[in-house]
């Protein structure tokens, strides 16, 4: 058993006697990233990691996968040099919106060309180490506590150079710090791909729900009656006492806003439909105040204009307001079960017809706008139909829903036993044998 000793800081109790604590700001230069908007983004040029990446589910904070990429014009070789990233380096977001966030960090592991983004830091380590081990250092809850601690800000917490130059870091001799890396790399990289596995699993059981939902609300239940052509390519053929009508004749644009901000703040997402935002892990900036913010009423239809191509709708089941950017809808007649017409206006092929009525110079920029939305012809079946659809929906998903369940709750353990590997390597009470 190795010989331990007193740390004498606060986030960390004993470590290995040959392990030290020192400042970063002794083993590090700090440098600030590019200060750009989203509209500074292009779709071509030098690759840029902005803070929104740094905080999506996709960085492992040990690896730059190219899904955390975008891109800025070359002119900024020139007149930002000093905000390009160089193999090694860590970039700190220096924003939050929520307390986990704090100390999230990409780790360049590339020799290209990156630059750090709107909202970032660059932290370099100046000594010869193994920087890969500053990296899943600074994953680790014990580390960060440090961070989290200093941390301000009402609604967004801010993370900045001075709070990064005040924290320290626990450095094990070198060859030890290789170890760590070696040994963190190949169990994180086993349970990585059990995870992928499991989020595949996932994934087909999604495909499968959205086959028959897609199946479902164009033909019914009972595959006997009567057919008519729909006239509509998206639908097809339908039930011949269906009926089609187009969103104008269904649904009207509602442009109520909020007068004191005091409602509560809508997400709408292609992934969870409507959701209070206090419900979500969220990393984007929110306003100041909520007032001029789109009122949403219960049973409303809320779209996020930039992301209905992807399927971002929904019937709302909570009253509050969404960005003013979005647009609602309000049903005028009431011919559809809030509940059907949430599961229809998110179902795949009327998806695809949102993305085919959206216009923009790039994806980043489509938009499907309300003459479009309100031109598509969308099928009507009887009330009591979309109830006993609904009602089929629930049974025939009982079983599945329970299945994907499962497996989430696998990988939320996965994710919790990669964590605790993390930090027993790093800081020294699990020891590399090999």
């Known amino acids: 058993m190795r010989e331990m000793k007193d740390s004498g800081v606060a986030w960390i109790d004993n470590i290995p006697k040959d392990w030290a604590i020192i400042p970063l700001k002794m083993v590090a230069e700090y440098r600030k990233g590019l200060s750009i908007t989203k509209a500074d983004l292009s779709e071509t040029g030098i690759p840029v990691v902005s803070y929104g990446q740094i905080h999506s589910k996709l960085n492992s904070g040990t690896h730059l996968s190219d899904n955390l990429i975008r891109f800025v014009s070359p002119s900024y070789l020139s007149s930002n040099p000093s905000s390009i990233g160089k193999y090694g380096d860590l970039l700190f977001a220096d924003t939050s919106e929520d307390y986990e966030g ?27 180490m193994e920087r890969k081990y500053l990296a899943y250092l600074c994953r680790s809850d014990c580390w960060r506590s440090q961070l989290r601690a200093r941390a301000f800000g009402i609604k967004v917490y ?102 004191d901000g005091s409602e509560e703040l809508l997400t709408v997402s292609q992934y969870t439909g409507i959701t209070p935002r206090s419900q979500k892990n969220v990393n984007m900036f929110e306003a100041l105040t909520l007032e001029g913010y789109k009122i949403c009423e219960i049973g409303d239809i809320a779209a996020n204009t930039m992301w209905l191509w992807a399927g971002a709708i929904g019937v709302s089941k909570y009253r509050g307001v969404i960005s003013p950017s979005y647009n609602v809808y309000r049903q005028k007649s009431s011919e559809y079960v809030p509940e059907y017409l949430d599961i229809l206006l998110r179902a795949p092929m009327l998806v695809q017809e949102y993305a085919s009525l959206s216009t923009g110079i790039r994806v980043s920029r489509l938009r499907c706008y309300p003459k479009d939305f309100l031109n598509i012809r ?37 994710e919790q036993y990669k964590r605790s590997l993390i930090y027993e390597y790093v800081t020294g009470k699990k020891e590399v044998t090999v």
Not at 111 to 128: K, L, N
């Open 102 to 128: 704090i100390g999230n960090a990409v780790y360049l592991d590339t020799s290209e060309c990156v630059f750090a983004g709107y909202h970032t830091i660059i932290v370099r380590p100046t000594i010869d």
């Open 158 to 259: 801010s993370v900045t150079q001075t709070m990064l130059k005040s924290v320290s870091i626990l450095l094990p001799p070198t060859s030890e710090q290789q170890k760590i890396v070696s040994i963190l790399d190949l169990k994180c990289c086993q349970i990585n791909d059990l995870i992928a596995n499991g989020e595949a699993q996932i994934e087909k059981l999604k495909q499968y729900k959205q086959s028959v939902i897609a199946e479902v609300v164009t033909k019914g239940l009972d595959p006997t009656v009567p057919m008519k052509d729909s006239g509509v390519a998206w639908i097809g053929d339908i039930p011949a006492h269906w009926e089609v009508k187009r969103g104008k004749a269904l649904f009207q644009e509602t442009e109520a806003r909020s007068i």
């Open 378 to 414: 969308f099928p009507v079946p009887p009330l009591k139909e979309q109830e006993k659809i609904l009602c089929f929906f629930a049974k025939k998903f009982a079983a599945v829903d329970r299945l994907i369940s499962i497996k989430q709750d696998k990988i939320e353990k996965l």
